[in-house]
Every structure is written in C-alpha cells, then in structure tokens.
Nanobody
Framework: QVQLVESGGGLVQAGGSLRLSCAAS????????MGWFRQAPGQEREFVAA????????YYAPSVKGRFTISRDYAKNTAYLQMNSLKPEDTAVYYC???????????????WGQGTQVTVSS
C-alpha cells in the first residue's frame, strides 16, 4: 500500500500562485509514477499532470501547460505541483495519485490522496 497526503491548497486571487505537496509513504517512492488530478463540482475528475518514476518525463493537460510544473523529491518522498498564473477555472479539489505507470485516465491509478481544495477568486 502507498499512503498519500496532500497539502498546500487554499484561496488565492487570479494570477497568483500555489504549490501543492504530496507526501508518500508505505512503499519505495521511486517505484511509482506520480500524478495530479482535479475535480470541480459537478464535473468528472480530470488529469492535470504526471511525472515518471525516474522524474525524467513529465506530462501536462493542455489547459495547464506552461503554467503548472510537476516535480518530485526522492529524499523527501514528496511530489509537488507548482501552479502559477492561476485562473478561476482552476478552482477544484486537487488529488495526488501514484501508480506503476502513467495514464491520463484516473481509473488506471491505484493510490489516491484525500484531496486538497484550491479556490481561485476573480
């Protein structure tokens, strides 16, 4: 089992920045790709970004590319999502996920955190 705990969400004005963290425990961190998804009220959970097990490859949804950056720190067993130039449409609950491979389909990821709320005001 892999346990994931997100933090760093909050309320920010449009154009501002936030950094989300996802602390992993339970299994070898480097064995898992890490991903971020988000879910707005009344909408399906959608892919935001992912990073490979080695950290050498990253993937982004078109809506966040150029504004968000995913990274991971193996010493801290933590993945991050740096979010810049935030927009009101980025408002959602953000979830961290872990799996042996990367997929934009949320149903393919085995482990999930509890989520952290991000609210962007206009």
């Amino acid at each position: 089992q892999v346990q994931l705990v997100e933090s760093g969400g909050g309320l920010v004005q449009a154009g501002g920045s936030l950094r989300l963290s996802c602390a992993a425990s339970g299994r070898t961190f480097s064995n898992y790709a890490m991903g971020w998804f988000r879910q707005a009220p009344g909408q399906e959970r959608e892919f935001v970004a992912a990073i490979s097990r080695s950290g050498g490859s990253t993937y982004y949804a078109p809506s966040v590319k150029g504004r968000f950056t995913i990274s991971r720190d193996y010493a801290k067993n933590t993945a991050y999502l740096q979010m810049n130039s935030l927009k009101p449409e980025d408002t959602a609950v953000y979830y961290c996920a872990a799996d042996s491979s990367i997929n934009t389909d949320s149903g393919r990821w085995d482990y999930w955190g509890q989520g952290t709320q991000v609210t962007v005001s206009s």
